[in-house]
């Protein structure tokens, strides 16, 4: 009874933080409401007994990739007017991919789960759901861990690649430069008269 009030408050929780990361004005605010979001299902895991997976969650997605989010979000000078404009164009394509995702995972969960009894499903004595998760990562989803792999690595050098900018302000100093550079060009030799003390 106690994790069924627990499961419902996190699923409350997750699914209302997730309504205001699409519906928040800010941007900051929206990537902080995507924080909340992990949190709450790395508790959903825990509940499932899946306590790997809910360290994963909070280290990799809050600590670094949110991280990076707010990074570039703060960063960028983003206009939110503009930002906004082809919002209500878009709409009707995102509510349809929104529905077919959601009727795929209602149908996912119908027929895989028809017969699951609410309790989650325990690994061998003496084998920690680690491992076992891992032996699966390795073998059968290791393609898919790959692809994963990459996209991250995009994701990440697309934005730093949006943050790095030139400032016209800003003085730079060219190498090539420097090394072509003579002494007649940097040193001046000035013949001034000797002073004495009187």
């Not at 509510?95 to 061998?124: D, K, N, W």
């Amino acid at each position: 009874m106690f994790e069924t009030i627990v499961f419902y408050f996190f699923a409350t929780v997750l699914l209302l933080a997730a309504l205001r990361v699409i519906t928040a004005r800010n941007p900051v605010h929206a990537a902080l409401f995507l924080v909340l979001a992990f949190f709450t299902g790395a508790g959903l895991w825990l509940l499932l007994r899946a306590e790997f997976l809910a360290l994963a969650l909070v280290l990799v997605y809050v600590g670094a990739v949110m991280v990076l989010f707010l990074f570039v979000v703060m960063m960028l000078d983003i206009n939110l007017e503009r930002l906004r404009e082809g919002f209500w164009q878009y709409l009707p394509l995102g509510a349809v991919v929104g529905a077919l995702m959601a009727a795929e995972m209602a149908l996912l969960l119908a027929s895989r789960y028809a017969g699951f009894t609410g309790r989650p499903l325990e690994p061998p004595p003496g084998v920690g759901n680690t491992r076992v998760l891992g032996r699966l990562i390795y073998t059968d989803y290791v393609y898919a861990f790959e692809i994963a792999a990459v996209i991250l690595l995009v994701a990440i050098v697309a934005a730093i690649a949006l943050t790095l900018r030139r400032r016209k302000d800003s003085r730079r100093l060219d190498p090539a430069e420097q090394i072509r550079v003579r002494r007649s060009e940097r040193v001046q030799s000035i013949s001034m008269p000797a002073e004495r003390d009187q």
